[in-house]
């Protein structure tokens, strides 16, 4: 099984980044996928999720990046995607993908992180 993040880096603020996670080893499409994040010094909070195909692929944001991240999922690369727009520095952080039963419940596989910083 592999989840590998990429698409992290340095973006100023108020800039865009797309955050990619190409999964590989499970049925993907059978899994929820949700993204994490861990800021320096901080714990790995949840910041978005897609559900599986068969639970409706539904979204679900937190609250400090509602309205600004967009996630989605393209079974056929085996792919999820997380728009970002309007970052701003409390957005720096590691970004980890997970695969999930649920959006709602423990992670079953985790992936590496990618770093993202935003800063001027």
């Known amino acids: 099984v592999q989840l590998v993040a990429s698409g992290g880096g340095l973006v100023q603020p108020g800039g865009p980044l797309r955050l990619s996670c190409a999964a590989s080893?499970?049925?993907?499409?059978?899994?929820?996928i949700p993204w994490f994040r861990q800021g320096p010094g901080g714990e790995r909070d949840g910041v978005s999720c897609?559900?599986?195909?068969?639970?409706?692929?539904?979204?679900t944001y937190a609250d400090p990046v509602k309205g600004r991240l967009t996630i989605s999922r393209d079974n056929s690369k085996n792919t999820v995607y997380l728009q970002m727009n309007s970052l701003n520095p409390e957005d720096t952080a590691v970004y980890y993908c997970?695969?999930?039963?649920?959006?709602?419940?423990?992670?079953?596989?985790w992936g590496q992180g990618t770093q993202v910083t935003v800063s001027s």
């Open positions: 997970a695969a999930a039963p649920a959006c709602l419940g423990g992670v079953d596989y």
């Open positions: 897609i559900s599986s195909s068969g639970g409706g692929g539904y979204t």
């Open positions: 080893g499970f049925t993907f499409e059978d899994y929820a």
